[in-house]
């Protein structure tokens, strides 16, 4: 069954604005978070939080992308502001259940979103 639901991707202009969402469903999570991978790279960690409120940051997102969480709507946000080229990729929600380090390493997540389409126009 579907666990994790994404949506809000879509094609901006450089320097815009994207808010990604991430409903959450079956499981405590402890932990959830971004990733995203670009066409012929690596799947890369973007953002990540713990529900104690611990973030973590990719350094190429650090001070542009905000990652957060409604609680009450189990449901895991990624603001993306003064978007670039680079950050084009298909963006994909992560969470686990067991996660003390909150690590932003793609095989260390266990449950995997569908993924959303982010592309950036310069």
């Known amino acids: 069954q579907v666990q994790l639901v994404e949506s809000g991707g879509g094609s901006v202009q450089a320097g815009g604005s994207l808010r990604l969402s991430c409903v959450a469903s079956?499981?405590?999570?402890?932990?959830m978070g971004w990733f995203r991978q670009a066409p012929g790279k690596e799947r890369e960690g973007v953002a990540g939080?713990?529900?104690?409120?611990?973030?973590r940051y990719a350094d190429s997102v650090k001070g542009r992308f905000t990652i957060s969480k409604d609680n009450a709507k189990n449901t895991l946000y990624l603001q993306m502001n003064s978007l670039k080229p680079e950050d084009t990729a298909m963006y994909y929600c992560?969470?686990?259940?067991?996660?003390?380090?909150?690590?932003?390493?793609?095989?260390?997540?266990?449950?995997w979103g569908q993924g959303t389409q982010v592309t950036v126009s310069s």
């Open positions: 079956g499981y405590t999570y402890n932990c």
């Open positions: 939080r713990r529900n104690d409120g611990t973030t």
């Open positions: 992560a969470a686990d259940i067991n996660c003390p380090l909150l690590r932003l390493i793609t095989g260390w997540w266990k449950y």
